[in-house]
C-alpha cells in the first residue's frame, strides 16, 4: 500500500498540473476564438481521438499487463517482444488512417457536418494520428516498469505544456484554428521523441542485438482487443454528444457544451491519478494470486477515490455559472450542462472506473465488454432522442445517464464476478461533509455576490474545501487511514 500510495502521489501532481495546462489551454483558445471556431476546433479533436483509439487497438492496456508480467520475471525476450509490438502497430496502422482521414476530410466536413471550415483542422490533425498513437502505447508501457514517474513528464506536463504554448503563441500571431491545430501536432511529436528515450532508459535491450526478441502478437491482441472496442465503446459514450450537436446543431452551441464538458472532466483528476498506478499494481497481484489483498487494494483505493473527488463535484455545482464564465460571457450559458454532467461524472469514483481495471486485469475482458456494448447503445440511442428535443441539455442528460448506468454495471460485475463490493456505511460520513461544504460555498456567494465573480469563485471554493478536509478528517476517516497518512507524511519529511 506504501508503494502504491508513492506512485499514486507522483500520478496526482502529474494529473493536477497536466489537467490544469489543458484546462487553461481550452479556456485560452475559447477566448481567442470565440465559441463558433473553438467548435471547429472541438470537432476536429474529438474526430482525431476516435482514429487515435483504433490505431492504438488497445495495446496501450496489454502493454501495462504484459511489460509487468515480463519485466517481474525477468524474461527480456519476451519483454522486448512486447515493446516493439506495443511501439510499432499503432504507428503502422495510424499512418494509414491517417492518410485516409486526410484526403476524406472534405467529405467529412461538408457531407456528415455540413461544416466546410473543419476540412483544414482534419487535414492536420491527420498528421497526429501516428505519433499520438505510438507515443500513448509507450507512456503506457513505461507504467508497467511499476513507475508513473515518465508517464506523468510526458503524457502530463511537456506534452500539455508544449500545446498551450504553440498553440496560445500561434492563436495571437493570427493563425487561429491552424495554428492550434499543427501545435497539437508538434507536442505530440515531441512527445513520442521523448516516449522512445524513456523506453531505451527502462529497457536498454530493446535496442541490443544479443537479447532476441520473442513476439507473443495473438496473446498480446487477444486480450488488448476486446479492451479496445470496450475504450472504443467508452470513448463513444462520452464523445457521442459532441459528435450529434455537430451534426444537429451549431459550432458555437458545440463549443459552448465543450466548455461545460471539458470543466465537469476535472472531476476525474483523481481517478485518473489512482487508475495510473492501479492498473499495473493489480495485474502484479492477480498474476501472483494475491487475492485478498487485491481487493483490500481495491476497497481502499475506492474509498479514497470517492472521498477526494467529492470536493471537486461540490465546487463545480455550487460555482457553476462563474467558473464558465472563464471562458467568455457567452459561455456562461452552459452552467446547467455542467452540473448535469458533473454528477454522471461522479458516478466514476468510488468503485466505477476502477472495477473497469479490476476486470480487465483478472482475464474477464469480455464481461467488460458486453456491458459496455448495451450501455454505448442506449446512450446513442438517448442522444438521438433528446438532442433534437432539448440541444446541449439533452445532450448533456444522455450523456450524464449513461456514464452512470455503466459504472453501475461495472461495480456489480465486480461483485458477482469476484466477490467483492466497495460500498459501506462509511460513504454515508463522506457525503455529510460534501453537504456542509457545499452549504457553506452556497452562503460564502451569497455575501459575496456577483460583484466580482472570479474573487468570489475564489473565496467560496477555497472555503469550501477547508470545511471539508476538516470535516472529512475528525470526523469520516478511520484510525488505518490516519495511521497510513500519518507514515507517508514523515516519510516526506525525512526527504525534504
Excluded at 203 to 226: D, M
Excluded at 336 to 363: N, Y
Aim: glycine share 8%; proline share 2%.
Amino acid at each position: 500500500m506504501s508503494k502504491f500510495i508513492k506512485g499514486a502521489g507522483i500520478s496526482f501532481i502529474g494529473q493536477v498540473l497536466s489537467t490544469g495546462l489543458k484546462y487553461l489551454t481550452q479556456a485560452s483558445l475559447a477566448w481567442i476564438f470565440g465559441a463558433e471556431s473553438f467548435g471547429f476546433y472541438t470537432l476536429g479533436l474529438v474526430i482525431y481521438q476516435f482514429c487515435d483509439l483504433i490505431a492504438r487497438m488497445g495495446l496501450e492496456l496489454g502493454a501495462v499487463r504484459y511489460v509487468s508480467i515480463h519485466q517481474s520475471s525477468a524474461n527480456l525476450s519476451k519483454l522486448k517482444g512486447v515493446l516493439i509490438s506495443i511501439l510499432c502497430i499503432p504507428f503502422i496502422l495510424g499512418c494509414f488512417l491517417g492518410i485516409t482521414l486526410f484526403f476524406y476530410a472534405n467529405t467529412v466536413a461538408i457531407d456528415i457536418f455540413h461544416k466546410p471550415e473543419l476540412t483544414i483542422v482534419l487535414r492536420l490533425f491527420s498528421l497526429a494520428i501516428p505519433v499520438g498513437a505510438s507515443m500513448t502505447t509507450g507512456l503506457f508501457a513505461t507504467t508497467g516498469f511499476q513507475t508513473t514517474l515518465y508517464r506523468v513528464l510526458v503524457f502530463d506536463l511537456i506534452v500539455p505544456l508544449t500545446n498551450l504554448l504553440l498553440a496560445v503563441c500561434l492563436g495571437l500571431m493570427g493563425f487561429k484554428l491552424f495554428g492550434a491545430s499543427i501545435a497539437w501536432v508538434l507536442a505530440l511529436s515531441l512527445g513520442l521523441i521523448l516516449t522512445l528515450f524513456y523506453i531505451w532508459r527502462l529497457a536498454p535491450s530493446i535496442i541490443s542485438t544479443k537479447v532476441k526478441p520473442i513476439f507473443q502478437l495473438k496473446e498480446l491482441i487477444s486480450f488488448s482487443l476486446p479492451l479496445s472496442l470496450g475504450t472504443f465503446l467508452w470513448l463513444l459514450l462520452i464523445w457521442t454528444d459532441i459528435l450529434m450537436l455537430g451534426f444537429y446543431n451549431t459550432a458555437s452551441e458545440v463549443g459552448i457544451y465543450r466548455a461545460a464538458s471539458q470543466t465537469a472532466f476535472l472531476m476525474i483528476l483523481f481517478d485518473r491519478s489512482l487508475v495510473t498506478i492501479f492498473a499495473p499494481t493489480i495485474a502484479s497481484l492477480f498474476n501472483q494470486g494475491s487475492l485478498e489483498e487485491a481487493k483490500q487494494l481495491f476497497k481502499t483505493s475506492s474509498r479514497w477515490n470517492f472521498a477526494l473527488t467529492l470536493p471537486l463535484f461540490i465546487v463545480l455545482i455550487v460555482s457553476s455559472q462563474n467558473i464558465l464564465r472563464v471562458f467568455g460571457t457567452d459561455f456562461q450559458a452552459g452552467w446547467i450542462v455542467l452540473i448535469i454532467l458533473a454528477a454522471g461524472q461522479l458516478t466514476r469514483a468510488g468503485g466505477g472506473s476502477l472495477s473497469m481495471h479490476m476486470l480487465a486485469m483478472s482475464g474477464h475482458q469480455y464481461l467488460k465488454l458486453y456491458g459496455d456494448i448495451i450501455l454505448a447503445i442506449t446512450n446513442i440511442i438517448l442522444n438521438v432522442v433528446l438532442i433534437p428535443l432539448w440541444g446541449p441539455l439533452g445532450a448533456a442528460i444522455a450523456t450524464a445517464a449513461s456514464i452512470a448506468g455503466i459504472n453501475i454495471v461495472r461495480v456489480l460485475q465486480v461483485k458477482y464476478v469476484l466477490q467483492v463490493y466497495p460500498y459501506s456505511f462509511r460513504y454515508l460520513k463522506v457525503l455529510l461533509c460534501g453537504v456542509i461544504s457545499a452549504l457553506s460555498g452556497y452562503f460564502v456567494q451569497y455575501l459575496l455576490k456577483d460583484n466580482f465573480y472570479i474573487i468570489s469563485m475564489l473565496i467560496s471554493t477555497s472555503i469550501m474545501i477547508i470545511v471539508y478536509f476538516l470535516i472529512f478528517f475528525y470526523f469520516a476517516m478511520d484510525e488505518d487511514d490516519k495511521i497510513l497518512i500519518s507514515q507517508q507524511a514523515n516519510k516526506l519529511k525525512q526527504i525534504l
